[in-house]
């Protein structure tokens, strides 16, 4: 009989974004791979998938609803492993599945940014807080994707049967590649800029967290010293229609292009001259990565996200406070020194290449996977992003495989 792994999380398109390499590779091992989410959307290497009616927030009575669909379905199919992704989705999978831990189910927790937080509100210690310190003690492996996580989790004692750190899903760092100056002005001619334009680039839902204010505030303060910025605003969010209005007031409408869900978003991240992001609270921001994999230095608000990825003065700057004043300084910096973005950026490269990069990433990922139950055979040579031995996870890095790291291990 074949074994089987159910992900599960708030929302279908999370596992597209994020987790398509891992539930290949699981295929090619012989597993057979479910999904558990809302939505109808057709995923690849995934032989069943269930529209589950999860809401965000806990206090949905549909989520009532999904924790009796989540449990039937664990209860019929037996399943080896259950990974759990997203706030909701590790609450209900993690309920759901207090039965079949005790039939031998090993339940698995990716936390991709705690609630509570250094300088979070006292509200999400006191809702937040108690609630994942109780659900850790029906987790067989909780997983952190930054250090502040790690170590609060470590020091509080969490119950989970052990408390591990990855560095995030990875990137592929051949899409995700600097390009030729020549390149760079094919690609702003096609999406309708200028040679001379100083790009900035932020790749985020538009609502209150990913704070794109802030961005459109500074640019209206560094417009008077770079005549030629934009600002590229990439996704789509409840609060478009308020971030419309605020850069009309704000007199900056005509530089700041709102360009909704883009499927070519490398392409931005090739074309710009820096990557800039306003977030409040990140656990460890992919579009952050994906702008470093491109050689371009990000200018961000220091929080736990942003300060595990970007090193102040290395691969970009930090602003400390929500103050669109510094924000547009450290924006005046780089345009008037050309220097620091090309230092910057290949540090910035050089950091993913280093730890972030989806061969990296996976290597830490599968030896978890492989310590619950996931035996892999030994891959030789090299492979692309057809390979059967490393489900393409090490497409472009021929001999990297992450499955020969976890036998050398």
């Not at 209150?208 to 590229?232: D, E, F, S, W, Y």
Request: net charge positive; hydrophobic share 35%.
């Amino acid at each position: 009989m074949r074994k089987k792994i159910l992900y599960c999380a708030t929302v279908d398109y999370h596992f597209k974004a994020f987790h398509l390499p891992y539930m290949k590779w699981f295929q090619e091992q012989g597993w057979e791979v479910h999904v558990a989410a809302r939505g109808d959307m057709k995923l690849p290497y995934c032989d069943r998938k269930y529209n589950i009616s999860m809401e965000r927030s806990p206090i949905k009575l549909g989520n009532v609803k999904a924790y009796r669909d989540l449990k039937r379905i664990m209860d019929q199919n037996g399943y080896d492993i259950v990974h759990a992704h997203t706030p909701m989705g590790g609450v209900l999978a993690r309920l759901a599945a207090r039965d079949a831990r005790k039939s031998g189910t090993k339940v698995l927790y990716t936390a991709h940014g705690f609630h509570f937080y250094k300088g979070s509100p006292l509200t999400n210690w006191i809702v937040y807080y108690p609630l994942e310190r109780w659900l850790s003690h029906y987790t067989d492996c909780l997983i952190t994707i930054n250090y502040e996580d790690y170590r609060l989790a470590s020091k509080h004692k969490f119950k989970a049967g052990s408390i591990e750190h990855v560095h995030g899903v990875g990137v592929d760092t051949v899409r995700f590649s600097p390009v030729s100056h020549s390149e760079r002005n094919r690609l702003r001619e096609r999406h309708g800029y200028r040679e001379e334009d100083f790009l900035l680039y932020y790749v985020a839902e538009l609502n209150k967290n990913k704070n794109q204010g802030l961005l459109i505030k500074a640019v209206a303060k560094a417009r008077h010293k770079i005549p030629t910025i934009r600002l590229l605003l990439v996704g789509d969010g409840h609060m478009g229609k308020y971030y419309r209005k605020l850069a009309e007031k704000l007199g900056v409408n005509d530089v700041v292009d709102f360009l909704g869900f883009r499927k070519d978003v490398d392409e931005f991240a090739k074309m710009c001259n820096v990557a800039v992001a306003g977030s409040l609270r990140e656990g460890l921001p992919v579009n952050i990565i994906e702008a470093m994999a491109c050689g371009r230095p990000v200018i961000a608000r220091d929080n736990r996200g942003h300060r595990e990825l970007v090193m102040d003065g290395v691969t970009g700057r930090l602003v400390s406070e929500n103050s669109a004043d510094r924000f547009s300084q450290y924006i005046i910096e780089l345009y008037e020194h050309r220097d620091k973005i090309e230092f910057m950026g290949e540090k910035a490269r050089e950091r993913v290449l280093n730890t972030y990069s989806l061969d990296s990433a996976a290597g830490e990922m599968i030896r978890i996977y492989q310590r619950y139950g996931c035996e892999a055979d030994e891959a030789v040579g090299q492979c692309d992003s057809t390979c059967v031995q490393c489900g393409g996870i090490s497409a472009g890095m021929p001999g990297q495989h992450p499955v020969t790291d976890i036998k050398k291990n």
